[in-house]
């Protein structure tokens, strides 16, 4: 059971939602704004949403409570746990989510890769949180100057740099220039196949600055998560779940919901 009062939903909260699921292309910048609907109905899950911002709001402000770290708490998870949200975030040590959400133990279940990067046992973590833990709240947080993003954006223009001083042919150039998305698939960097694609879309798409990169980033790893799973496609479906896709600001220590 959640152990935190019930707060009010803000009307204002952009889900993931199964009336999005037909998103395929981060590129679009019309499809990315599709990618978060607005949601004003009373679920756990934006409750949930609700309780998390405002802790990081107590942590941004200095005022937080850090909730559920005592003696009896931490006995009383000896045996099960029953979190009420699933976080994949970046492995950044400025960026830990149960201390940016002013959170306890036992509240959320984490799990932190650089650049929110997915991989197969990345996603059946994920899916053990929904299907095992049955948590109702996915949230995707990436964060403002992430290194993995900065990394990805570098073994980018090495790349494209490499194929214009490498392929003379301009034809033959331009073909692969167009096709990039599958010589970025065929890489052996992690970065460049699971970041660098998002920045890659995002300059297709006309975006250009690492802000925008981060946000198209983070709308590619919604699109991974829910193409990639059956699981967490019949969650939605079914309105047991909702995910979120969020930022965290260095400079004011909150966390922006993404809105395209």
């Not at 000896?78 to 976080?87: C, G």
Request: a negative charge; one cysteine or more.
């Amino acid at each position: 059971m959640p152990r935190h009062r019930h707060l009010r939903s803000r009307t204002h909260h952009q889900l993931y939602s199964r009336d999005s699921m037909m998103y395929r292309n981060p590129a679009d910048i019309e499809a990315i704004r599709g990618i978060m609907t607005d949601s004003t109905q009373e679920t756990t899950a934006n409750s949930t949403w609700s309780r998390m911002l405002a802790g990081n709001r107590r942590f941004a402000e200095g005022n937080a409570e850090h909730p559920w770290r005592d003696k009896e708490t931490r006995e009383s998870l000896i045996d099960t746990q029953n979190p009420d949200a699933a976080v994949l975030s970046c492995s950044d040590s400025r960026v830990p989510p149960e201390i940016i959400f002013d959170a306890g133990l036992g509240d959320m279940f984490t799990v932190r890769t650089a650049g929110e990067m997915l991989d197969q046992a990345v996603l059946q973590t994920l899916e053990y949180a929904v299907s095992s833990l049955h948590v109702s709240l996915l949230v995707v947080l990436s964060h403002q100057h992430c290194a993995a993003v900065a990394q990805a954006e570098k073994e980018l223009d090495a790349l494209t740099e490499h194929l214009t001083h490498e392929i003379t042919d301009a034809q033959e150039r331009e073909r692969i220039m167009e096709d990039l998305d599958e010589v970025i698939a065929s890489s052996s960097s992690e970065f460049l196949k699971n970041i660098g694609i998002s920045v890659w879309q995002a300059r297709m798409a006309g975006l250009d600055s690492r802000d925008d990169y981060e946000q198209v980033h983070i709308a590619h790893t919604i699109e991974q998560l829910v193409t990639s799973s059956e699981m967490i496609r019949d969650a939605l479906a079914h309105e047991r779940l909702m995910i979120v896709g969020a930022r965290y600001r260095l400079d004011t220590g909150l966390v922006e919901v993404l809105s395209f």
